[in-house]
């Protein structure tokens, strides 16, 4: 078979995609603890209100022949975009209506075609990136271009907070915006890490976006309003005519209804309905037609608050809690874990490489995730990107537990055999 370079990208050589096999064999083999993937957990409230809202649709003939039977139009389901615009100015007063919002087959797919409308060759044979101004950022935006090299990314600043914690803080001394940036992009919460980007980042970050007219998309995966993972000081979620708020019902525990959100400006949701249609016809509409009622309601917002994010800040603290006990006699700190659901461990001047490191982690059961794939766009050499795992501690508490003592156990034996 002969491929094209789009093929071979997607062929299996490729970084990321022997990760996701690995993540997923360890998934189903029963015997690793899974501490690598980003599955959600699985919470018991959100289940029942959504077996509940599934038995009506489908006691309801006109409502089930909509579920399975009738294509949405590409910008997604109406009524929930609608209910969703009236949500968002209730809570937020944002200035939207339904036209400011498009629905994708999950998030993921929204972040393929925005980056790939908004980055790689332009029509008068430049070429332009998406600039992360935050790396370590998210691991699944690195393959998405159609086009390589997409992303230029910066160091951050590193603050040192206590004996035992960090937190990124976006370098603007090194941020220059070129006419080769076609959007800004951030993770709020930010996978791998947890941290949330201040009012006053995100407001800099949104200044230098109007002043070179250009998008600055925001990812709230993890975020405001749903499904709310945020265990740090309120934060204001804004949305004007420059900004790209995108959300998702998955970690509001809807991952398999794949359904990504996206709020822009009318022009460029038009923009997007239109690729969304050449390339899926239809967005998926069976996680808008669950969460339309909750949405009208702002339900979602109360179960966001009172049921998903306790849910994890209690994982979080426990997680946390068991790696203060456990890690001892040796050199670590961990991002200050202000959102989502992972802990990014920091292990200065680890002797052997977080590659390696994971690689023997693997061996003794526990499947966690290399720092350095979380560094795409940066220029080679930074070592920090080297001695870092993220950690997911979305499932059961007791495997969590015992992962953190066999992730203790490893590096302190490393920390030994390299000792003179
Ligand atoms: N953005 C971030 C930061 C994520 O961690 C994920 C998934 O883990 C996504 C986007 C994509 O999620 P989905 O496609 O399920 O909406």
Not at 48 to 62: F, V, Y
Not at 76 to 90: K, T, V
Not at 211 to 224: M, T
Not at 284 to 311: D, H, Y
Request: glycine share 10%; with cysteine; hydrophobic share 45%.
């Amino acid at each position: 078979m002969k491929l094209s370079a789009f093929g071979e990208k997607f062929s299996a050589g490729a970084g990321i995609l022997s990760l996701m096999e690995d993540l997923g064999r360890a998934m189903t083999d029963g015997e690793t603890i899974m501490m690598g993937g980003g599955n959600p957990g699985h919470i018991p409230e959100i289940q029942e209100a959504m077996r509940r809202r599934l038995l009506d649709l489908a006691a309801d003939g006109q409502a089930l022949r909509k579920l399975i039977g009738i294509y949405d139009p590409p910008q997604g389901d109406h009524d929930f975009c609608q209910a969703l615009a009236d949500l968002l100015h209730r809570l937020y007063g944002w200035e939207i209506s339904g036209e400011n919002i498009c629905l994708t087959s999950g998030s993921q797919s929204a972040f393929f075609l925005l980056f790939n409308l908004l980055a790689g060759k332009t029509p008068t044979g430049g070429v332009q990136k998406i600039l992360l101004p935050l790396a370590p950022e998210y691991i699944g935006y690195a393959d998405l271009g159609v086009e390589s090299d997409l992303f230029v990314s910066v160091r951050p600043n590193i603050e040192e907070i206590g004996e035992r914690f960090f937190k990124y803080r976006v370098n603007f001394d090194e941020i220059s915006i070129g006419p080769d940036i076609g959007a800004i992009c951030v993770s709020r919460p930010t996978n791998p890490t947890g941290n949330v980007l201040t009012d006053a980042e995100i407001g800099e970050l949104f200044r230098l976006a109007r002043e070179h007219d250009i998008p600055l998309i925001i990812d709230s995966a993890y975020g405001l309003p749903f499904p709310g993972m945020i265990y740090t000081d309120a934060v204001t979620p804004i949305w004007e005519r420059h900004l790209v708020v995108c959300m998702s019902l998955s970690k509001f525990g809807l991952p398999a209804a794949r359904t990504g959100i996206v709020v822009a400006d009318a022009p460029l949701i038009r923009l997007l309905s239109g690729a969304n249609a050449v390339i899926n016809l239809a967005s998926c509409g069976f996680g808008a037609m669950l969460a339309t009622e909750i949405v009208a309601t702002g339900e979602i917002i109360r179960l966001s608050n009172e049921v998903v994010k306790p849910f994890y800040q209690r994982k979080m603290e426990q997680a946390l809690a068991a790696i203060e006990e456990q890690f001892t006699d040796f050199p670590y700190r961990v991002h200050v874990p202000e959102g989502a659901m992972f802990l990014w461990l920091w292990f200065p001047d680890l002797p052997i490489s977080s590659r390696t490191l994971y690689q023997h982690l693997k061996q003794r059961g526990v499947v966690v995730v290399s720092g350095d794939y979380f560094f795409p766009g940066l220029a080679p050499g930074w070592r920090h990107a080297d001695e870092c795992l993220r950690i997911t501690y979305a499932q059961d508490e007791q495997d969590v537990r015992q992962g953190i003592g066999l992730i203790a156990d490893e590096v302190r034996a490393v920390w030994k055999a390299a000792a003179p």
